[in-house]
T-cell receptor, first 113, second 115 residues
Framework: EDKVVQSPLSLVVHEGDTVTLNCSYE??????LLWYKQEKKAPTFLFML????IEKKSGRLSSILDKKELFSILNITATQTGDSAIYLC?????????????FGEGTQLTVNP | GAVVSQHPSWVICKSGTSVKIECRSL??????MFWYRQFPKQSLMLMAT?????????EQGVEKDKFLINHASLTLSTLTVTSAHPEDSSFYIC???????????FGPGTRLTVT
């Protein structure tokens, strides 16, 4: 059974701190790993990772995938209150007609001023 | 960029009534759309995969007679919650898989409250 596990499930930090969110997966015919940020509505896309060891970066956020150890991390440096959200990772696997997402439970990040 | 819309964005209904939620891909074609449900402080749970022109595939534990899915065109899928109960109150999100690229794009979600 395909499985995606995130840790920690919740995290409370102060503005300016750096956080690392973890995502491990067990997916047959793995295709890619995606990170999303969810505030009040539907998830918004952050990163898609398909290759091991190549860091993707967007501002204060960065992410990397390790396909050997089957995990990914999402780093947020110099956190701000606006970073407070649920961070979801999802693994995709190949189906005959495309790919399907399996989501982890999410990490609830709270950044206090 | 690819845009997916959902309608309505929120709805309140009484127990026993049915509610229809629409998911539209606005600027691309989607042979496959996915319906998710999300309870407070929980992750997205896939309910069903909707395929244009054929029957939907439901995840284990999801009642197909209660959650009716119709995917009549390449840009529209509908989810009908029949005989709604308060425990069906949730955030329902659809995503559409673009035919050309295979990438998925999420709709903004529909918040359903059953009283």
């Amino acid at each position: 059974e395909d499985k995606v596990v995130q840790s920690p499930l919740s995290l409370v930090v102060h503005e300016g701190d750096t956080v690392t969110l973890n995502c491990s997966y067990e997916v047959t015919n793995f295709r890619s790993l995606l990170w999303y940020k969810q505030e009040k509505k539907a998830p918004t896309f952050l990163f898609m990772l398909t290759s091991s060891g190549i860091e993707k970066k967007s501002g204060r956020l960065s992410s990397i995938l390790d396909k050997k150890e089957l995990f990914s991390i999402l780093n947020i440096t110099a956190t701000q209150t606006g970073d407070s959200a649920i961070y979801l990772c999802a693994a995709t696997f190949r189906e005959t007609s495309g790919s399907r997402l399996t989501f982890g439970e999410g990490t609830q990040l709270t950044v206090n001023p | 960029g690819a845009v997916v819309s959902q309608h309505p964005s929120w709805v309140i209904c009484k127990s026993g009534t049915s509610v229809k939620i629409e998911c539209r891909s606005l600027d691309f074609q989607a042979t496959t759309m996915f319906w998710y449900r999300q309870f407070p402080k929980q992750s997205l749970m896939l309910m069903a995969t909707s395929n244009e022109g054929s029957k939907a595939t439901y995840e284990q534990g999801v009642e197909k007679d209660k959650f009716l899915i119709n995917h009549a065109s390449l840009t529209l899928s509908t989810l009908t919650v029949t005989s709604a109960h308060p425990e069906d109150s949730s955030f329902y999100i659809c995503s559409a898989r673009e035919l050309r690229s295979g990438e998925q794009y999420f709709g903004p979600g529909t918040r359903l409250t059953v009283t």
